[in-house]
């Protein structure tokens, strides 16, 4: 029987999502799941020149061509999940369709998705399992940086109440979990996965990562 698993993984600024997106990826690879992944519309949009700098009517303009591409992205990538020729897929999103709402008030999300015929219930539902990964600005300072993302330019109090605001957007989502910077990205990564093959109902292999550091000035390498 196929199953497909959709999941989303959002956060704030410099919260892990993309170093977090390809170790999924690869360990369910492995472990005999077909990967589908949904890029970031908002990144895709500002990299090809469509910005959402010039005021607050440029931001309601810009999220109304995020939702609409993404939706079309969405449904690509679900039927062709549907016509593979595998029994076991998962979709992930790299940020879903609630992540808008952080960014335009409430009113106006509401007349975006009316336009699109679609409410926010409608928009949870398409949804199971919601991840939220913390910014590195609310715990792990020293770990901020935007240089991996050109189309970022938050300071560190901005990244939190974006962090926030965007954890905000999908608390209506019985599936939500959220993922804090309590432990380093190792023991995050663990949170995770472990997250992770709950919903999918399967046993989390146990097993320990040891590091060493070796002193080679001493050492007989041909030994």
């Not at 709950?198 to 990562?209: K, R, V």
Request: glycine content about 6%.
């Amino acid at each position: 029987m196929k199953t497909i698993k959709k999941i989303v993984i959002t956060g704030g600024p410099c919260s892990g999502k993309s170093t977090m997106l390809n170790l999924i990826e690869n360990t369910f690879k492995e472990k005999g799941y077909k990967v589908l992944i949904v890029s970031e519309t908002a990144t895709e949009l500002i990299r090809g020149g469509i910005s959402p700098l010039g005021g607050k009517e440029n931001m309601f303009i810009f999220q109304d061509y995020l939702l609409n591409l993404q939706l079309k992205k969405e449904e690509v990538y679900e039927k062709a999940a549907a016509e593979m020729d595998a029994d076991k897929i998962i979709i992930l999103y790299d940020r879903g369709l609630l992540d808008n709402k952080a960014y335009v008030s409430k009113d106006e999300f509401e007349v975006i998705l009316d336009r699109f015929g679609t409410t926010e219930n409608e928009l949870i539902d398409r949804y199971d399992l919601v991840l939220h990964l913390v910014t590195t600005a609310n715990g792990a300072e020293e770990h901020y940086t935007l240089a991996n993302n050109a189309a970022r330019s938050e300071s560190l109090d901005d990244a939190r109440k974006l962090d926030e605001l965007t954890m905000n957007a999908w608390v209506g989502h019985p599936r939500l979990r959220i993922f804090d910077n309590s432990t380093d990205f190792e023991g995050k990564v663990e949170r995770v996965l472990k997250e992770i093959y709950n919903d999918l109902d399967e046993h989390m292999p146990t097993g320990t990562i040891r590091k060493y550091l070796v002193n080679v000035e001493n050492i007989d390498i041909d030994s």
